[in-house]
């Protein structure tokens, strides 16, 4: 049953009896956040032999590289074949990085802004900008192109992916559009997986811009915790149509072993690669060769990796059924909330009744419970809609996120009943 369609008599009881569920939480005095998408312990007890694998007596790398030197700029070979093997790209288009992709991301985008790429002007020099954003997408990935000064365009999400009649009629008709942020695999937050169509379109698209760029962030390639999904890859793709050169592609072992000592890459055409290279070396004389070293020993191939997700997979299900079950066992009503059980990836996403998730998240952490900053997942922090909000299961403890996702599903419902009795003047 819809809460719209319900008395007002009734729902009034529903408000009462909700508010004192709420008063009663907040008497508890919590201090619970389900509001990154963190490991949990358990998971990151699962590397712990990493620790030991690299030490003074074998830290020269297969080439007979000291690993504890300066040198091989663009990263190990064994480690880059690891995820030339794993990701199905050459191995002469990856260039690794540090720990974080997201720095990657950032020296890219930096890199265009002040160089320009294969002969176009810096974006720097081009005037006013442009970009596009599927929503509800990753926060970070809008706070980078806010602070650069691009004007930020919301493309719809479906559970195919991006918009893409939308994508394409714009990016065919505005050089201003210099690319389009890309979470292929299980979208954060959505969960949602782009179909081979997608792939296909965005690789082949016509654009405006020559310079036009798709930051490809396969964050969660295999992270799979139910089904495992295989998105078209793009990179073959694009070598069809000969848009090699538009692709970025990023991926890192942050949420495989561990996210601050992790290690990335970034793929691109062959063009691109090579002016990659020649960039990075202004930039440094090499990232952590112990730290690659020390995955390669530990990940050994495709198939440990493949094996170690499945172990990740088995802390992290009980966790996604809990929320799914206690998000349906706690709606007293259909409309005031719907959510997308995702098969892999770092979160769950929730769309409230309209007009509330502001409200929703505001008094979850005044009792103790954070869980998102309002309109993250929206550019400029601005849901058109107040609705979407985004849960991290992942990193509490299971007392913890069962706390915290029940208090959630109990505000949710008093909040919306709140609105709607407000729409009928009964409050």
Same mark, same amino acid.
């Given at each position: &049953?819809?809460?719209?369609?319900?008395?007002?008599?009734?729902?009034?009881?529903?408000?009462?009896?909700?508010?004192?569920?709420?008063?009663?939480?907040?008497?508890?005095?919590?201090?619970?956040?389900?509001?990154?998408?963190?490991?949990? =312990?358990?998971?990151?007890?699962?590397?712990?032999?990493?620790?030991?694998?690299?030490?003074?007596?074998?830290?020269?790398?297969?080439?007979?590289?000291?690993?504890?030197?300066?040198? +091989?700029?663009?990263?190990?070979?064994?480690?880059?074949?690891?995820?030339?093997?794993?990701?199905?790209?050459?191995?002469?288009?990856?260039?690794?990085?540090?720990?974080?992709?997201?720095?990657?991301?950032?020296?890219?985008?930096?890199?265009?802004?002040?160089?320009?790429?294969?002969?176009?002007?810096?974006?720097?020099?081009?005037?006013?900008?442009?970009?596009?954003?599927?929503?509800? $997408?990753?926060?970070?990935?809008?706070?980078?192109?806010?602070?650069?000064?691009?004007?930020?365009?919301?493309?719809? &999400?479906?559970?195919? $992916?991006?918009?893409?009649?939308?994508?394409?009629?714009?990016?065919?008709?505005?050089?201003?559009?210099?690319?389009?942020?890309?979470?292929?695999? !299980?979208?954060?937050?959505?969960?949602? +997986?782009?179909?081979?169509?997608?792939?296909?379109?965005?690789?082949?698209?016509?654009?405006?811009?020559?310079?036009? @760029?798709?930051?490809?962030?396969?964050?969660?390639?295999?992270? #799979?915790?139910?089904?495992?999904?295989? +998105?078209?890859?793009?990179?073959?793709?694009?070598?069809?149509?000969?848009?090699?050169?538009?692709?970025?592609?990023?991926?890192?072992?942050?949420?495989?072993?561990?996210?601050?000592?992790?290690?990335?890459? +970034?793929?691109?055409?062959?063009?691109?690669?090579?002016?990659?290279? @020649?960039?990075?070396?202004?930039?440094?004389?090499? #990232?952590?060769?112990?730290?690659?070293?020390?995955?390669?020993?530990?990940?050994?191939?495709?198939?440990?990796?493949?094996? #170690?997700? =499945?172990?990740?997979?088995?802390?992290?299900?009980?966790?996604?059924?809990?929320?799914?079950?206690?998000?349906?066992?706690?709606?007293?009503?259909?409309?005031?909330?719907?959510?997308?059980?995702?098969? $892999?990836?770092?979160?769950?996403?929730?769309?409230?009744?309209? $007009?509330?998730?502001? /409200?929703?998240?505001?008094? &979850?952490?005044?009792?103790?419970?954070?869980?998102?900053?309002?309109?993250?997942? !929206?550019? !400029? #922090?601005?849901?058109?809609?107040?609705?979407?909000?985004?849960?991290?299961?992942?990193?509490?403890?299971?007392?913890?996120?069962?706390?915290?996702?029940?208090?959630?599903?109990?505000?949710?419902?008093?909040?919306?009943? /709140?609105?709607?009795?407000? /729409?009928?003047?009964?409050?």
């Amino acid at each position: &049953m819809k809460a719209t369609e319900e008395t007002t008599e009734k729902l009034l009881e529903q408000r009462e009896a909700l508010q004192k569920k709420y008063e009663a939480y907040q008497a508890e005095g919590l201090s619970l956040n389900i509001s990154r998408g963190l490991p949990c =312990k358990e998971q990151l007890e699962l590397n712990k032999e990493m620790f030991h694998v690299v030490d003074e007596t074998n830290c020269v790398a297969e080439d007979g590289t000291d690993v504890r030197q300066y040198g +091989v700029m663009y990263g190990l070979p064994e480690c880059i074949r690891l995820f030339s093997e794993l990701l199905h790209i050459p191995e002469d288009r990856i260039v690794l990085g540090g720990e974080s992709s997201l720095n990657l991301m950032y020296d890219q985008f930096l890199r265009y802004y002040a160089f320009g790429t294969l002969g176009e002007k810096p974006w720097s020099q081009q005037g006013k900008l442009k970009w596009l954003c599927p929503v509800p $997408g990753y926060d970070c990935h809008f706070n980078l192109t806010e602070a650069l000064g691009f004007e930020m365009i919301n493309i719809p &999400m479906t559970k195919d $992916g991006p918009d893409m009649d939308l994508i394409e009629k714009l990016v065919a008709e505005d050089p201003t559009i210099k690319g389009i942020w890309c979470v292929p695999q !299980y979208t954060n937050p959505s969960g949602y +997986v782009y179909s081979d169509e997608t792939v296909e379109r965005l690789a082949k698209m016509k654009t405006a811009a020559p310079d036009f @760029r798709i930051f490809w962030d396969n964050a969660y390639a295999v992270h #799979h915790i139910y089904k495992e999904n295989i +998105v078209k890859d793009i990179m073959k793709e694009a070598e069809k149509y000969g848009t090699e050169n538009r692709i970025l592609y990023f991926f890192s072992t942050a949420k495989i072993t561990f996210p601050g000592s992790g290690v990335c890459l +970034v793929a691109t055409g062959e063009e691109g690669i090579a002016e990659i290279k @020649r960039l990075l070396k202004l930039q440094i004389f090499s #990232h952590d060769k112990i730290n690659q070293l020390r995955h390669v020993r530990y990940l050994k191939d495709p198939e440990t990796i493949k094996a #170690h997700m =499945k172990d990740i997979a088995k802390i992290l299900r009980p966790r996604f059924d809990l929320v799914d079950r206690i998000l349906t066992e706690h709606r007293l009503y259909d409309d005031l909330y719907t959510w997308f059980k995702p098969d $892999g990836g770092y979160f769950i996403t929730v769309d409230s009744f309209e $007009g509330c998730a502001k /409200e929703i998240l505001s008094r &979850m952490q005044q009792a103790g419970v954070m869980v998102a900053t309002a309109g993250s997942t !929206y550019p !400029y #922090h601005k849901d058109p809609h107040d609705t979407n909000i985004r849960l991290a299961p992942t990193y509490p403890p299971i007392e913890d996120l069962t706390k915290a996702v029940t208090m959630f599903s109990d505000v949710a419902c008093l909040v919306g009943i /709140e609105q709607i009795l407000k /729409e009928r003047g009964a409050i």
